[in-house]
């Protein structure tokens, strides 16, 4: 992805995608060039999301940079303000604040880039990414590889116990006893939905 930034102001960078598709790598990746370039730069991530590391993000690939916990979109802002260049993670779990967050670190001058996934397992929009899609400067969909047929993967199926989750199933279940698969849209099993949620 060549482009050319802005000479001057801050901006906003959103790269979105399924699970698997290299976000975190991506985000790794351009926080890094910042960093070589002199740049003051710094990794912020969701403080539930503890999956591998608590002082680094770390790509599916097994790219790391050292990165800061933030329990809210408040955190976000004290702890990269002054920065020159922002990496967010998982942006879809922080709180609706977090477009204002951005909005001020960019006023601010910083260029923010702000990873996460577009639509949850039920391929419904996720969190604040809607808003975030639409006020960004630049935005990068990148697609996983299907793990049924091999294709271009734009959706993330969620599997509980090797069956589509229900619909209606909690968004976030830390240490659930669940699986992710990134799948093309015609391999996407969509999950049931109970009686409860269609009445
Ligand atoms: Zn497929």
Same mark, same amino acid.
Request: charged content about 25%; aromatic content about 6%.
């Given at each position: ?55 680094? @993000? ?7 940079? $050292? =990165?800061?916990?933030? /329990? !809210?979109?408040?955190?976000? %802002?004290?702890? *990269?303000?002054?920065?020159d260049a922002v990496g967010i993670d998982e942006v879809q ?19 923010? @880039? ?7 397992? $039920? =391929?419904?929009?996720? /969190? !604040?990414?809607?808003?975030? %899609?639409?006020? *960004? ?63």
């Open positions: 992805m060549i482009r050319t930034h802005p000479n001057r102001g801050g901006w906003l960078e959103v790269v979105c995608g399924p699970m698997f598709s290299g976000k975190s790598e991506e985000l790794i990746r351009r926080l890094r060039r910042a960093e070589i370039a002199g740049q003051r730069a710094l990794i912020v991530k969701p403080a539930v999301d503890n999956r591998y590391d608590v002082g680094h @993000v770390v790509s599916h690939a097994g790219s790391k940079m $050292r =990165a800061v916990s933030a /329990g !809210s979109s408040a955190d976000v %802002l004290r702890l *990269a303000a002054g920065y779990f922080f709180d609706d604040g977090i477009v204002d967050a951005i909005e001020s670190l960019i006023a601010l001058g910083a260029r923010v @880039v702000a990873a996460g996934l577009a639509q949850d397992f $039920r =391929a419904q929009p996720f /969190g !604040s990414m809607p808003t975030l %899609l639409c006020v *960004a400067d630049f935005v990068d969909k990148l697609e996983a590889v299907c793990h049924r047929c091999g294709g271009p993967a734009t959706l993330t199926q969620r599997l509980v116990d090797g069956r589509p989750a229900s619909f209606d199933g909690a968004t976030v279940q830390i240490g659930a006893l669940d699986s992710y698969e990134a799948r093309c849209r015609p391999c996407y099993e969509p999950g049931e939905r109970s009686e409860r949620a269609t009445a």
